[in-house]
């Protein structure tokens, strides 16, 4: 196999170019995959009430914080309280009526949200 490539400069090179190009590719994905954010914040308007504008200041600090939060934990979070495997009485409620797509763009959305600015 070597052997071929360093007899094939060309083949080396174009290899190297779609390895490369792949890797970039990789790097570029948004970690919330899928999501748009903007959608996103269209569909939080009801999740405000509880979780506060951007989901940064809960109405009361039972709730908990969105912003900033990672955009899988998120999505992994909702998906669970709507499969039942997390139960919330309130958030399953919620979680009950969303799809895939909306779920990845609430996480995106929250997940783009400035977060903690509290001084302690
Ligand atoms: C009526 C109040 C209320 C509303 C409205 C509400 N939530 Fe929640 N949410 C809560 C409470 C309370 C919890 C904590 C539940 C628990 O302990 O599991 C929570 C937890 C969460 C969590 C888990 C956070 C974590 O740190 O694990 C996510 C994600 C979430 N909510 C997203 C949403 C989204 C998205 C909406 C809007 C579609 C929404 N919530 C609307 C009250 C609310």
Known sequence: MKAFFFANPFSLSSLLAGVLGAAALAASLPANAGGNAAAGEKKAETCAACHGPGGAKPA???YPVLAGQHADYLRQALTAYQKGKRKNAIMSGMAAPLSKQDIADLAAYFASQKSLTDKY
Do not use: K, L, R
């Open 60 to 62: 009361t600090p039972d």
